[in-house]
């Protein structure tokens, strides 16, 4: 008979084999979400020297890729590549020319202002989605970023927030990403990683969800 030790064990291992297969794949592959990560050195790591996920990290993936299944428009996890950069796009709506990226995080923004302040590489990945779908001749009127809780929302916060992301234009946007991934490009090819932010702490975000913590702390 199985203990329910022995379950929690079996669990985690096939969550971790449902990860496996994706994990593999990106790591030979530049995505868009390496190209909005807060932190370089981390997306070294993952491509060039990456530690196995701690049970939290699994889960937490685990949860994200189960959140996302639900499809909202007619196109649903829309994959796209452009200049070599591989994206999915949540849901996107051809005849409208709509695109949500959908999030599920622990905080959700209450006005613009904090969107801004906490979110903004967000943002930005919408921005860049707009490009992709634009490159791959598919309009864009609109794009919105949807926010759903993790658990139990703050006090004071709703469980669901939806945001507006302002379409830049096309010509500037397309200057950013080419600069971008040239920079990143370098930055992998590097034998080794980039120095860690002088502002980031082992307590802070980025940094307290991270697997690579006691790599780049050490002991704290
Ligand atoms: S612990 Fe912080 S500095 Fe180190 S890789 Fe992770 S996010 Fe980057």
């Known amino acids: 008979m199985i203990s329910p030790t022995e379950l929690e064990v079996y669990f985690l291992r096939k969550v971790a084999e449902y990860n496996r297969e994706e994990g593999e794949r990106r790591r030979n592959e530049l995505h868009l979400t390496d190209l909005i990560s807060e932190c370089k050195r981390r997306v070294w790591f993952d491509k060039n020297d990456p530690l196995p996920d701690d049970p939290e990290s699994l889960l937490r993936m685990w949860q994200g890729s189960m959140l996302h299944q639900m499809p909202l428009l007619p196109e649903h996890e829309l994959e796209l590549e452009f200049l070599g950069v591989k994206t999915r796009i949540d849901e996107y709506d051809p005849e409208l020319g709509i695109l949500i990226e959908k999030k599920f995080v622990t905080f959700i923004p209450k006005t613009p202002d904090e969107l801004r302040k906490y979110y903004s590489h ?29 658990g139990e929302p703050e006090p004071g916060r709703k469980p669901i927030a939806v945001f507006e992301v302002p379409l830049l234009d096309g010509n500037l946007v397309m200057t950013q990403f080419i600069e971008e991934v040239e920079t990143y490009k370098i930055t992998l090819q590097s034998p080794t990683p980039p120095d860690i932010p002088k502002i980031y702490s082992p307590f802070e975000y980025p940094c307290t969800y991270c697997k690579y913590r006691s790599r780049c702390f050490g002991r704290w």
């Open 122 to 150: 967000y943002i930005k990945q919408v921005q860049y989605e707009a490009l992709f779908l634009m490159a791959n001749n598919m309009k864009v009127n609109k794009a919105f970023l949807l926010f759903v809780v993790r």
